[in-house]
């Protein structure tokens, strides 16, 4: 049993995901960009419509449990994946679920704000409590543990998963699972991939990421394509949650300064807003591939690439993996959008 393998096995673990998720060549991509893309397919990991979240909480909710828990809090933006697919496994262990959302985009559209993620989050019987301040993720957890207070107060036993980036990033080890899984496809593929690109939010998928590929001795390139924060204030938050996710593995950090490569090419105009590379990448692969992408994520890191090609940061011919990580019910929250986009570049 190899030292990563040893170290998460001593983590309790919920194993809801659908596991593990498929690794596809896009040839039609490939041929438009002039790389060749393979798209590991963590869109369909079951859980909720699926996504990168659900191997994030088989761990958080894998503690829950070990804590005799029964209710769950989480905190994130209004048409959160993680705050959807944190409602589903609650249900599925039967604990109740309370979901803070987060007024992080600026709109009175109907569609975003009742639609997509949280029009599931009611269908599936959540309580929900209004954030409005949309950036002040400490502010955000503090919230949640007045809430937490309040349940306590009726003889409950609440979970809080954590959104600030000063509490130990849990979930992560979903993620340095995924890496050993990658790098289990590569060999059964038979392809030696030279760069990887996911989102880069929160961190936890970024950074366990990439740990979870060091400490397996891997040196390919992993891009995190920022849909929050500009690159260089993302580099210093996934640098620092790497010594993190390795202080809870027990292990010294494999990870240097500059592996954590961070682009946020596809960024503007911020969080939850379409630029031109975003709206190209949902249209390409929705066109080209059948496969459809959320506008606040996966659009984006398709876009990062598309975007990185286009600069000569990623040469022609290189062989790139894109984690596809879900979050597929937001297309919905944002179609007055993505039409007007459409109608505009007519």
Aim: charged share 20%; aromatic share 6%; hydrophobic share 40%.
């Amino acid at each position: 049993m190899s030292l990563l393998k040893e170290k998460l096995s001593s983590f309790p673990r919920v194993e809801f995901a659908h596991l593990p998720t498929k690794l596809e060549k896009a040839q039609r991509l490939s041929d438009a960009l002039g790389i060749e893309l393979w798209i590991k397919r963590d869109d369909c990991t079951g859980v909720s419509f699926g996504g990168n979240k659900a191997r994030q909480l088989e761990f958080y909710l894998g503690e829950a449990q070990a804590q005799r828990a029964d209710c769950l809090l989480i905190t994130g933006a209004i048409q959160s994946n993680f705050v959807r697919i944190a409602a589903a496994f609650a249900n599925k262990l039967g604990m109740e679920a309370h979901l803070q959302l987060e007024d992080r985009v600026q709109t009175d559209d109907s569609l975003y704000r009742q639609s997509g993620s949280v029009w599931i989050d009611h269908l599936m019987g959540a309580t929900l409590y209004p954030y409005h301040e949309g950036e002040d993720e400490s502010g955000a957890d503090k919230a949640l543990h007045q809430i937490a207070d309040d349940l306590k107060a009726k003889g409950k036993k609440p979970y809080i998963i954590h959104l600030g980036a000063d509490h130990p990033p849990l979930g992560a080890l979903g993620y340095a699972v995924a890496a050993q899984e990658l790098l289990n496809d590569f060999d059964q593929q038979s392809i030696q991939p030279d760069a990887i690109f996911v989102g880069s939010g929160s961190g936890a998928t970024h950074s366990g990421l990439i740990l979870g590929l060091r400490v397996s001795q891997s040196q390919i390139s992993v891009w995190g394509t920022c849909v929050r924060r500009n690159k260089d204030i993302q580099k210093a938050r996934i640098v620092k949650q790497t010594h993190m996710v390795a202080d809870i593995l027990g292990i010294e950090n494999p990870v240097h300064e500059e592996d954590v490569i961070t682009t946020d090419i596809s960024f503007a105009p911020g969080y939850g807003q379409m630029g031109d590379l975003t709206i190209e990448a949902l249209q390409m692969a929705a066109e080209l591939e059948g496969l459809i992408l959320d506008p606040v994520y996966t659009a984006k890191v398709l876009g990062g690439l598309i975007g990185e090609v286009r600069s000569g940061q990623i040469a022609k011919g290189s062989k790139v993996v894109f984690i596809h990580t879900g979050g597929t019910p937001g297309v919905f929250a944002y179609q007055n959008k993505i039409e007007e986009f459409l109608a505009n570049k007519k």
